[in-house]
């Protein structure tokens, strides 16, 4: 690195950057970025070569990085944006605030302009709206020993040369797709049809998902995904790379709606107290209110609870069952759904088996349940009373109902909201535990009326 490239006018923490990453790779550089305030973290780059400065900048890693172009000079970002992968700059272009967009745009060439607005005016989340532009294209006529002087002259300026697209010289439509190694071990003077992959390429729509771009890549074990229109002419690639990094991304909301919460949008340490407040209380305020609902189903069973106070002793054990059995099947089903394993058509596929596996465990804790209460009493460790029997007998078959239908309600309930077009992450383990512990209170005292009428009832 150029130590001398960087401003007289950083402050300590850039100075202390400049100390200790002598040496280090991209990645290092940009986790002590992150670690920089932005003011610090502008001077930095802006006097760091201009090849550092655009390879850290176009790794999403780095947190601050429309912060950082919004508070530089318009034409050091100009410079920056310009290095950068056309991808990666309309990624950075739609964080930022309209006025700030504009300013930053127009300082673009005219051929980068059209480029990053023809992106931008995919939706995101959609194989148009995270391929890039930059990419390795000849004409069919062409020999490998020019194609391969073409890849010298551009890889610098091109996403990756792993893949090289061979078009059609008159329509411009995708024919073939040559790797590298073919590239390579090629007759010099052969046409570059001959070292071509034999059939049809494998491509994507523009406005494809990016979970089916990822199962594509998966599938055909690809590094890059062309993305094609109708006419079969080539709009951009989708890399590896870009797919690792925007799954990460809907990967760690999913997990946070998981939780019972929004999405932060911005790393944990980032966000604001009055953010987190906002992201945070929604939820569980609507789950509060959900539980709101088990002491009115309590104060249903009142009387029961009075005649046979013994009964409570298990509220907690039923409620967190029914609970735990419903999130269990939630996971698995939301897991399922993302990964295309499963279909919405398939609902009844999963009922079918849900209902004999919900049957299964409910047995199986109402056992475990059954056999406590037998040795309990048994060891004169507590005396359930007379009728002890009953109330084990009780416990056993509303634990069976209770696990029965939080299996089924937790694997029902994520294609109910993909049927309504939303987020199946949104059925997260606490909303479906309150909704099974109402219901499961109501099932509980319902089996034990069943059972104990006309003894404890």
Known sequence: ???????????????????????????????????????????????????????????????????????????????????????????????????????LFSSLDEPVRIAIQHLMGYPPRTAGGIMTTEFVSVPDSWTVARTLDHVRQVERSRETVYAIYVLDEVSHALLHVVTLRRL?????????????????????????????????????????????????????????????????????EAAQRFG?????????????????????????????????????????????????VVLTLFIPLIMSSGGNSGSQATSLIIRALALGELKLSDWWKVLLRELPTGIVLGAILGLVGFIRIVFWQSAGLYDYGPHWQMVAVTVFAALIGIVTFGSICGSMLPFVLQKLRLDPASASAPFVATLVDVTGLVIYFSVALLILSGTLL
């Open 184 to 252: 390579i071990t090629g007759e010099p003077e052969a046409s570059i049809l001959s070292v071509a992959q034999k059939g049809v390429p494998v491509s994507a729509d523009p406005l494809m998902k990016q979970e089916d771009v990822a199962r594509l890549i998966r599938k055909h074990d690809l590094l890059a995904l062309p993305v094609t229109d109708e006419q079969g002419q080539i709009l951009g690639i989708v890399t590896v790379d870009d797919v690792i990094d925007t799954m990460i991304s809907d990967t760690t």
């Open 1 to 103: 690195m150029n130590i001398n490239r960087f401003p007289l006018r950083a402050g300590h923490a850039a100075r202390a950057f400049i100390n200790n990453s002598r040496g280090a790779t991209i990645a290092e550089r940009v986790e002590a970025l992150n670690a920089l305030s932005v003011q610090d973290a502008g001077r930095v780059l802006t006097g760091m070569p201009l090849d550092y400065a655009v390879n850290i900048l176009d790794r999403p890693e780095l947190r601050n990085a429309t912060q950082i172009l919004a508070l530089i000079s318009a034409e050091d970002a100009a410079r920056l944006l310009h290095g950068m992968s056309n991808d990666r700059v309309a990624d950075v272009l739609l964080e930022l605030d309209g006025e700030t967009r504009s300013r």
């Open 260 to 308: 019972g919460m929004e999405a932060l949008g911005q790393p944990y340490m980032k966000i604001s107290f009055a953010g987190m407040i906002r992201k945070r209380a929604g939820w569980l305020a609507a789950l509060f209110l959900g539980e709101m609902l088990t002491a009115s189903a309590m104060q249903h069973f009142e009387g029961e609870l009075e005649k046979a």
